[in-house]
């Protein structure tokens, strides 16, 4: 395929040639076409890379005395090269012999330019020409684009996931502990446990005392009560003054084993309990338990 292309150029090259040739030539018999139409087309490079310029080169040879030139129609599009700028378009003419020589540049920026295997091959539109001739005919002649190669900038093999060497290891050291986690998680369950129970303990404590404070609020209240009333009867007939010492009696039972005592003895008596023992038993109950 590339000595294709490469023939392509030379027959091109060889054209454009023979008109320079002919502008140099004197004689206008020098000048004389071999056919009353010839198209060329061309790359120059014949491969390129992908978003590389490449410039097209479309060559016409005219017999003036064959054809008007002036009706000349010319289809060169160069699809799927993206154009860049204007073509450049030239004329000559020797003697019976003109020459249209179209200069195209383009680059290869779409899909079609690319391909798996790096490598694409671009097939262009042919060239189409139609002149008329001087009896009202019409003659068409066609150039066929040589293939463009277009070799793409990242192959398969830059795909490839790479496993680059490394200057040092980056696995983690392996952890060190002054205490081993599992023998650490064992003592924080110890330590949770311990924490537990002292506030059970706490809290159990709490409630006794709270019990035993509403207890002692309660006695205080009653045996106060019965102070009062036993101070009451000291100027009060027999019988208040033994319930009043009944009463204080059995308040101090359990508290005061000795007061008690005392207090029921005198309560309980054959001989009626005095006025002047009342009042010194009182007193000392309120000297020892209700302060």
Do not use: N
């Not at 290891?169 to 129970?197: E, F």
């Not at 000291?234 to 019988?239: V, Y």
């Amino acid at each position: 395929m590339r000595r294709i292309a490469i023939a392509g150029l030379v027959v091109a090259a060889a054209a454009v040639a023979g008109v320079l040739l002919l502008g140099r030539s004197a004689s206008p018999r020098a000048a004389a076409p071999t056919a009353p139409l010839i198209v060329r087309a061309a790359f120059e490079p014949p491969a390129v890379q992908f978003g590389d310029v490449v410039t097209a080169h479309v060559v016409v040879l005219l017999d003036r005395g064959s054809v008007r030139p002036g009706t000349l129609k010319l289809s060169d599009d160069i699809a799927p090269l993206t154009q860049i700028g204007v073509p450049r378009t030239t004329w000559l003419t020797r003697g019976r012999l003109t020459a249209l020589s179209v200069e195209l540049k383009g680059a290869c920026l779409t899909s079609p330019c690319v391909s798996r295997t790096g490598e694409a091959a671009l097939h262009l539109p042919r060239v189409t020409v139609a002149v008329s001739t001087h009896d009202g005919r019409v003659l068409r002649a066609q150039a066929v684009w040589p293939v463009l190669r277009i070799d793409g900038r990242v192959t398969a093999a830059d795909l490839v996931p790479a496993r680059p060497p490394l200057r040092a290891d980056t696995a983690p050291p392996t952890p060190s502990y002054r205490i081993a986690p599992s023998t650490l998680a064992l003592l924080l369950d110890v330590l949770a446990a311990l924490l537990v129970a002292a506030g059970v303990a706490l809290a159990t404590y709490q409630l006794v005392l709270l019990e035993r404070r509403r207890g002692r609020a309660v006695g205080g209240g009653e045996l106060e009560l019965a102070i009062r009333l036993a101070r009451q009867a000291e100027s009060r007939p027999e019988p208040d003054r033994r319930r009043a010492l009944g009463l204080l009696a059995r308040l101090l039972d359990g508290r005061e084993g000795r007061l008690a005592g005392a207090a029921s003895d005198l309560a309980w008596s054959r001989r009626k309990p005095e006025t002047e023992a009342v009042s010194e038993l009182v007193g000392e109950i309120e000297r020892d338990v209700a302060s």
